[in-house]
């Protein structure tokens, strides 16, 4: 059973709940798309919403009495926007025909490695050779299980300011530094050296959470998992059409990156509101657009 099905409404305990689910959505997919593999391979994806932006996919292929086989299923929230516009490698999962996208965000100063959601999409674009790395534009989106909605950090418009010059000033800083620019790798150390002073000297008396204002790193063994710490900026509440299970949708800030994350009502401590901060662990996925 998939561990995410709770964060899409789905509190199921027993296997047999969750085939009755995967019967609905054979039942009346929202959208069926096919992508051949090879010339005797072909797999079907299978999407059913369950709510606005949310609902399951399936993953398999028909066999010859017309019946699907499904091979693997896994839940989806579809995020809103461009999240990146970054140069993106996909590689495929070594267990089953699923795949992972990849880019170096700037403003993370990480790889950002989320789950593809529409393979079948991204395995015809690539048979017919369309597919490039360049020019591309990402919307990102997550699924969490638990979160926190904390305080926002009191800035006056100038601290606002300021601080986005520094982001900008920071990312070009880290381009140059993978160019190989030894000015721009002194300059970011010593910027590092200088906030690891600060951090050390105010964290004596002060809390954590008043001096990192958002935060992206990642959590756990698992390469698509994610703790963030961001500014909400929109959000609302929906319910599941089959379970009436409550969801938020929250559209979150972090460090300087926009994104939706998708949250139980029950697995949220605290009330969301606009300007307050989401702190929590993300399923990152992820939909690509090859321009």
Same mark, same amino acid.
């Given at each position: 059973?998939?561990?995410?099905?709770?964060?899409?409404?789905?509190?199921?305990? =027993? *296997? *047999?709940?969750?085939?009755?689910?995967?019967?609905?959505?054979?039942? %009346?997919? %929202?959208?069926? =798309?096919?992508?051949?593999?090879?010339? !005797?391979?072909?797999?079907?994806? &299978?999407?059913?919403?369950? +709510?606005?932006?949310?609902?399951?996919?399936?993953?398999?292929?028909?066999?010859?009495?017309?019946?699907?086989?499904?091979?693997?299923?896994?839940?989806?929230?579809?995020? +809103?926007?461009?999240?990146?516009?970054?140069?993106?490698?996909?590689?495929?999962?070594?267990?089953?025909?699923?795949? %992972?996208?990849? #880019?170096?965000?700037? =403003?993370?100063?990480?790889?950002? &490695?989320?789950?593809?959601?529409?393979?079948?999409?991204?395995?015809?674009?690539?048979?017919?050779?369309?597919?490039?790395?360049?020019?591309?534009?990402?919307?990102?989106?997550? $699924?969490?299980?638990?979160?926190?909605? &904390?305080?926002?950090?009191?800035?006056?418009?100038?601290?606002?300011?300021?601080?986005?010059?520094?982001?900008?000033?920071?990312?070009? $800083?880290? %381009?140059?530094?993978?160019?190989?620019?030894?000015?721009?790798?002194?300059?970011?150390?010593?910027?590092?050296?200088?906030?690891?002073?600060?951090?050390?000297?105010?964290?004596?008396?002060?809390?954590?959470?008043? $001096?990192?204002?958002?935060?992206?790193?990642?959590?756990?063994?698992? #390469?698509?998992?994610?703790?963030?710490?961001?500014?909400?900026?929109?959000? +609302?509440?929906?319910?599941?059409?089959?379970?009436?299970?409550?969801?938020?949708?929250?559209?979150?800030? #972090?460090?300087?990156?926009?994104?939706?994350? #998708? &949250?139980? =009502?029950?697995?949220?401590?605290?009330?969301?509101?606009?300007?307050?901060?989401?702190?929590?662990?993300?399923?990152?996925?992820? *939909?690509? !657009?090859?321009?």
């Amino acid at each position: 059973m998939h561990s995410y099905l709770r964060a899409i409404g789905f509190n199921m305990k =027993k *296997k *047999k709940e969750i085939e009755e689910i995967v019967k609905e959505v054979i039942k %009346a997919p %929202a959208s069926i =798309k096919t992508a051949r593999i090879n010339e !005797d391979v072909e797999i079907t994806q &299978i999407s059913k919403n369950f +709510s606005e932006r949310v609902g399951l996919t399936l993953v398999g292929e028909y066999n010859e009495s017309n019946e699907f086989i499904m091979d693997y299923y896994y839940p989806y929230f579809n995020g +809103s926007g461009v999240t990146t516009s970054e140069d993106v490698v996909v590689e495929k999962h070594s267990d089953k025909e699923s795949y %992972a996208g990849v #880019c170096d965000e700037m =403003k993370v100063g990480v790889s950002l &490695i989320f789950y593809l959601q529409d393979v079948a999409e991204y395995m015809n674009g690539r048979r017919e050779g369309s597919m490039s790395k360049q020019n591309t534009a990402v919307t990102l989106s997550g $699924l969490s299980l638990s979160g926190k909605i &904390i305080l926002p950090i009191s800035k006056n418009e100038e601290q606002k300011i300021n601080y986005k010059e520094a982001s900008v000033n920071r990312s070009h $800083l880290i %381009a140059a530094a993978r160019q190989g620019d030894e000015e721009a790798i002194e300059s970011l150390t010593l910027e590092d050296i200088d906030t690891y002073t600060q951090i050390s000297r105010r964290i004596m008396h002060e809390d954590v959470f008043t $001096l990192v204002d958002t935060y992206f790193m990642p959590y756990g063994i698992e #390469c698509e998992q994610y703790s963030v710490m961001g500014e909400i900026l929109d959000y +609302s509440l929906v319910k599941n059409s089959m379970t009436g299970a409550e969801i938020y949708m929250l559209s979150i800030e #972090c460090n300087e990156m926009i994104f939706d994350v #998708c &949250i139980n =009502k029950e697995d949220i401590l605290g009330e969301p509101a606009v300007g307050r901060r989401f702190k929590g662990v993300i399923w990152m996925q992820g *939909k690509i !657009d090859f321009m």
